[in-house]
């Protein structure tokens, strides 16, 4: 199974709303990602989180709060978001989080907020 | 520094003929440089990667040639393919960043039957 399984494949949220992004892996990599896409750009990376621990987090506004519940679960919980976040969210996951390793992405979540 | 810059941003390629795409690169520390391809509402897949120890690395029709004194890499696709239309990615990481892909600004190929 080489699979990255996101959830929901869409959402719609209003600016007040409380949602959550859900990602899975099943490959035993220790390593796991969110990236940002907006149309016809590359994807942005938002946090790397290695062996459970957050890793990186790359200036993302408190409004994008990440977790990682264990090993094979990665989740983005999103409040009070803006217009402008709407965007592709993905998840990858690589073996180990170093350079070399694969990145498995996901099909992503097409966020909307309105 | 952490910059990759790709080019042409769009390109058009007859069926059969080659489609080539070019990254260019500052950062001496990056030692990894995978090529993504990304269908319209898919997430990006690897397609190929090249380490700065090889200057060129062929799997099947695609081909990446790497330049480390220019700090530039290519992707050669062979024999292009109408499903071969995707937007492609190159990007680049170092060892010590955690996995952190640097992507360049993509190339949406059109693969004419």
């Known amino acids: 199974d080489t699979e990255v399984t996101q959830t929901p494949k869409h959402l719609v949220m209003g600016m007040t709303n409380k949602k959550s992004l859900k990602c899975e892996q099943h490959m035993g990599h220790r390593a796991m990602y969110w990236y940002k896409q907006k149309a016809k750009k590359p994807p942005e990376l938002m946090f790397v989180?290695?062996?459970?621990?957050?890793?990186i987090n790359e200036s993302v506004p408190s409004r994008f709060s990440p977790e990682c519940p264990n090993s094979s679960l990665l989740n983005l919980h999103l409040h009070a978001l803006q217009p402008e976040d709407s965007a592709l969210y993905l998840c990858?996951?690589?073996?180990?989080?170093?350079?070399?390793?694969?990145?498995?992405f996901g099909q992503g979540t097409r966020l909307t907020v309105v | 520094q952490q910059q990759v810059k790709q080019s042409p941003q769009s390109l058009i390629v007859q069926k059969g003929g080659i489609s080539i795409i070019n990254c260019a690169y500052e950062n001496t520390a990056f030692d990894y440089f995978p090529w993504y391809q990304q269908f319209p509402g898919k997430g990006p897949a690897l397609l190929i990667a090249i380490r700065p120890d090889v200057s060129e690395k062929k799997e099947g029709r695609f081909t990446i040639s790497f330049n480390k004194s220019a700090k530039q890499f290519s992707l050669h696709i062979m024999d292009s393919q109408p499903g071969d239309s995707a937007t492609y990615f190159c990007?680049?990481?170092?060892?010590?960043?955690?996995?952190?892909?640097?992507f360049g600004q993509g190339t949406t190929l059109q693969v004419k039957p």
């Open positions: 990007a680049a990481s170092r060892t010590s960043n955690t996995g952190k892909l640097i």
């Open positions: 989180y290695s062996y459970e621990k957050l890793s």
């Open positions: 990858a996951s690589s073996q180990e989080g170093g350079a070399g390793d694969e990145a498995f």
